[in-house]
């Protein structure tokens, strides 16, 4: 069982930064597919960033250009670099570590985003 425990969350001001992190125990990169989700007060969970194994990446529309998601392999973390914080990204942060090959779905508990001046 791989466990994930997010970090790195807290209150900002509009236009402000923070650097999300994602630790995992073990290897979550071979043949996987890990992204950054959210979800705010009344919505459904929303896939805000993704990254495999080898690298690729993608976004939310929401946030492309603002927001980025980047791996290190020896430590067995992923990123997420969120600027230009606007209220709307106000949510709970949760990191998904997925792989159908391998057979695997893990969730972290979450650590909670708040834009507000």
């Known amino acids: 069982q791989v466990q994930l425990v997010e970090s790195g969350g807290g209150l900002v001001q509009p236009g402000g930064s923070l650097r999300l992190s994602c630790a995992a125990s073990?290897?979550?990169?071979?043949?996987?597919?890990v992204g950054w989700y959210r979800q705010a007060p009344g919505k459904q969970r929303e896939l805000v960033a993704a990254?495999?194994?080898?690298?690729?990446?993608d976004y939310a529309d929401s946030v492309k250009g603002r927001f980025t998601i980047s791996g290190d392999i020896a430590k067995n973390t992923v990123y997420l670099q969120m600027n230009s914080l606007k209220p709307e990204d106000t949510a709970v942060y949760y990191c998904n570590s997925y792989s159908d090959s391998l057979g695997y779905d893990y969730w972290g508990q979450g650590t909670q985003v708040t834009v507000s001046s």
């Open positions: 990254i495999t194994s080898g690298g690729s990446t």
């Open positions: 073990g290897s979550i990169f071979r043949r996987s597919f």
